[in-house]
């Protein structure tokens, strides 16, 4: 009997499915989604739901889905106080009378195969609802749900000057970055001459770039050379920049004393090149006299060593000594 009643059941829907939709109210089904983002092996459930604004004696909600992206693997129907229920790729219930049925209809567990495209796609349920063999307006339901890659990429490879990128391996897509440079290795040391590069690498990706830099003005500069009595010059070994200053001299030294008879020198050294140039130092008024000898009773005189001047002066007596006494015989002596 049951048997049959399921039947009947059937042809029923099939009939309720291409009719069109003539009574008022009616009937409206929803339907949930245990997830709505899944990737391959993923099963999702949906739960479908009916709301009644009028009764019916028999209800239906055919599933559609891409088959190539879904397969079944579980589906019921329950609904409490049903004559019949029954699940055959959606869900199908009757009731022995007119019944306002609002509540839970049933699942289905459907899995996402190990070949699906990924994209977004739809999971439909078309409504039927018979009263007797009136038709109920009855509207359906869709769940949207997307099929994602739980990507595995290859490694960054270098795409242009700018940018790097990686492949997933399952669904080819194409991960894009920016290049993320080093500090930078000196390839070739600017100098004063020519500039230089530096070679700048993306540790992601391994790519590379080169940058010239300007010329410095550091240069090697030789030792001082005197080029006049005013000036001296240097120049640079790599660019032959030649740099010209004055002298820079120090406060001199006497390399030959003045004397009374002869001019002097003094020699002054400059501190960059170690170049000279001299004065003449003036003659002195100091005469280098020796000792003094007698001339006669009445002068002395001594001397220059170097000039010869010779200077006579009158003798400068002291105060004298006695040198023999006097006696009552003899008159005494003073020197």
Request: charged share 20%; proline share 1%.
């Amino acid at each position: 009997m049951k048997k049959m009643i399921s039947i009947i059941l059937c042809i029923l829907l099939l009939a309720v499915l291409t009719t069109a939709v003539f009574a008022a109210g009616g009937v409206s089904f929803s339907m949930s989604a245990s997830s709505t983002s899944l990737q391959r092996g993923d099963t999702i459930t949906l739960t479908a739901s009916a709301y009644s604004g009028e009764p019916g004696t028999s209800y239906g909600l055919m599933l559609a889905y891409d088959h190539s992206v879904f397969e079944e693997v579980s589906g019921s129907t329950a609904v409490a106080g049903a004559l019949v229920n029954s699940f055959n790729n959606g869900f199908a219930f009757m009731f022995q009378t007119p019944t306002a049925y609002s509540g839970t209809v049933g699942s289905v567990t459907l899995r996402v195969k190990d070949t699906a495209a990924f994209g977004n796609f739809t999971i439909s349920g078309s409504a039927s609802v018979l009263n007797g063999n009136d038709a109920v307006s009855a509207s359906g339901c869709s769940v949207s749900v997307s099929v994602v890659c739980n990507h595995s990429y290859g490694s960054w490879t270098n795409l242009d000057s700018t940018n790097h990128q990686k492949t997933c391996t399952v669904c080819t897509d194409v991960q894009t970055e920016v290049h993320t440079w080093d500090k930078g290795t000196t390839v070739k040391a600017a100098n004063c001459k020519e500039g230089g590069e530096v070679k700048y690498t993306c540790p992601t990706c391994s790519a590379t770039r080169t940058e010239n830099t300007e010329k410095t003005d550091d240069h090697k500069y030789g030792a001082w050379i005197k080029v006049s009595d005013t000036q001296h010059s240097r120049t640079c070994s790599v660019c032959t920049k030649e740099e010209t200053v004055n002298h820079s001299w120090d406060g001199g030294k006497v390399t030959k004393p003045a004397t009374c008879k002869e001019t002097g020198i003094q020699t002054y050294t400059c501190s960059g090149c170690k170049g000279t140039k001299t004065e003449v130092l003036e003659k002195t008024t100091t005469h280098n006299y020796g000792k003094w000898t007698k001339v006669d009773e009445n002068n002395h005189k001594h001397i220059c060593a170097d000039c010869q001047k010779e200077e006579t002066l009158g003798h400068s007596w002291n105060s004298g000594a006695v040198t023999k006494q006097p006696t009552c015989k003899e008159e005494g002596v003073k020197t």
